[in-house]
């Protein structure tokens, strides 16, 4: 029998099979389609979260010069930016898998039953598996994993575009992070939830330029991200003149957190693992594989052949207590950026980016303990102009709320 059954191709599910792998773990796959099909989404992440796990060779492009416009004001950030390419990092995690001769199942998975030593899982089409452990790794909206409903489920929607320009659309050589410079909207168009721009110099005439919403209860429309695009490019004299790709971007950012006693294991979007504040994912999916494999190939050697019990061994180390009160805190930081307008959005990440590298770096990549994160937000909201902090301290009463509800759920599961 197999210990474990991973359902899902794309970056969680592949980095969590190649890490099963290195665990010496007999472990196998599944998915809709081949797990060399290209994933279509373009991944960014800071190349410093790559460096530890040997990975900066999947990289298809590094930025050292990356900006944020906060508003009109510029700020350059002193750290290195990179774009995933997909091909590179699929060929190095099947790698992984194809050492341990592992099997890849094509199919889509319907539904499970749980034995006392297994779960058996099965497709649309009749197939069966059975495995002492299933990861659920389906994505956003898991097939096996369940969560408990919200009504105000904020989500990061964009719409970008690959292609070649009139003029260069961000200077050449350059990343920008986030530009939310807003001199080419009308009035009413200031009042609509904030956007920003996230762009791209991929060398050779070809850019990536991205109209982003961070977060927003409801999604805003991609039709309504697009137009801004087009005026925005307008708005600096710049004119699409090729369509390579384009991007249609939709996830929940504060996706509740599923509950860590079920026999299924989560890994990925099927995990809430995207960063509430930022809403990457893909770092912290290849940081933490290791991470569950491990403890996962512990508990089979310690005898723990029970599918709760080893599903509640890889919960335990996907959300560890410190992991879970920094949620909380993320969560409570999405709750305010969910309120600003445009110009106190302008204005916060203009503070935010005030921030000594390491807090504001920290804050993104999730690598600092609970102490530090409270204090990189206590120096936020010092840094903050005074209408931005009085957002802030009004958010207390407002979203206090939504910090105690983050953190009782996360206390209770
Ligand atoms: C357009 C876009 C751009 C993004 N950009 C970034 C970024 O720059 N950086 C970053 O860190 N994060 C980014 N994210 C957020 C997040 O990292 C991605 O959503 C990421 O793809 C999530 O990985 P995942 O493996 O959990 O899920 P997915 O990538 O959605 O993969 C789910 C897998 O499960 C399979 N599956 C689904 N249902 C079944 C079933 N019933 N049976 C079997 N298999 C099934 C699917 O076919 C797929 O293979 C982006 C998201 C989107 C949508």
Same mark, same amino acid.
């Given at each position: ?5 991973? =359902? ?31 994933? !279509? ?9 790559? %460096? ?22 510029? =700020? ?7 774009? =995933? ?16 001769? +592992? ?9 499970? +039953? ?8 099965? !497709? ?32 990061? +929607? ?32 200031? $009042? ?78 099927? %995990? ?37 019990? /080893? ?13 879970? $009160? ?43 303990? !609970? ?31 939504? /910090? ?7 206390? =209770?599961?």
């Amino acid at each position: 029998m197999l210990d474990a059954l991973v =359902i899902g191709a794309g970056p969680a599910g592949l980095a969590i099979t190649a890490a099963l792998c290195d665990a010496g773990l007999n472990a196998a796959g599944i998915s809709p389609l081949a797990p060399d099909t290209l994933w !279509t989404s373009t991944y960014g992440i800071w190349a410093e979260e790559l %460096a530890p796990l040997g990975l900066t060779g999947v990289l298809a492009r590094r930025w050292s010069a990356c900006a944020v416009y906060a508003g009109e004001r510029r =700020i350059d950030l002193q750290r290195e930016y990179g774009l =995933i390419d997909n091909a590179k990092l699929q060929a190095h995690l099947l790698a992984r898998l194809a050492r341990a001769a +592992t099997t890849w199942h094509t199919g889509r998975v319907a539904e499970a +039953t749980q034995l006392p030593d297994r779960t058996l899982v099965s !497709t649309r089409s009749g197939a069966e598996y059975a495995a002492r452990v299933v990861i659920d790794a389906s994505g956003h909206a898991p097939v096996l994993v369940t969560r408990p409903r919200s009504p105000r489920l904020a989500y990061q +929607t964009a719409y970008g575009i690959v292609g070649r320009f009139s003029a260069p659309p961000v200077s050449p050589g350059q990343m920008v992070l986030m530009d939310y410079r807003s001199g080419h909207l009308d009035a009413d168009e200031r $009042r609509e939830p904030p956007t920003f721009l996230y762009a791209m110099d991929l060398g050779e005439s070809r850019f990536f330029v991205e109209e982003t919403s961070l977060a927003h209860t409801p999604p805003a429309p991609l039709d309504a991200l697009a137009q801004r695009l087009h005026k925005r490019l307008a708005w600096q004299g710049v004119r699409v003149e090729e369509v390579e790709h384009v991007e249609r971007c939709v996830f929940p950012m504060n996706a509740p957190l599923p509950a860590l006693d079920q026999p299924v294991l989560g890994f990925g979007g099927a %995990a809430s693992m995207v960063n509430p504040i930022s809403g990457y994912q893909v770092g912290a999916a290849l940081r933490f594989a290791p991470v569950v494999a491990r403890a996962l190939a512990t508990a089979l050697d310690d005898g723990a052949h029970s599918p709760e019990n /080893l599903a509640r061994t890889g919960w335990q180390a996907l959300w560890p207590r410190q992991r879970l $009160r920094r949620r909380a805190l993320y969560l409570f930081g999405l709750a305010n950026v969910l309120r600003f307008d445009v110009r106190q959005t302008q204005d916060f990440f203009g503070a935010f980016f005030d921030l000594s590298r390491p807090q504001w770096s920290g804050y993104l990549s999730d690598t600092l303990s !609970t102490p530090e994160l409270l204090q990189a937000m206590l120096n936020l909201y010092r840094l903050a102009p005074a209408h931005v902090r009085g957002a802030l301290t009004t958010s207390v009463f407002f979203a206090g709320e939504d /910090l105690l509800r983050a953190a009782r759920q996360e206390f =209770i599961s």
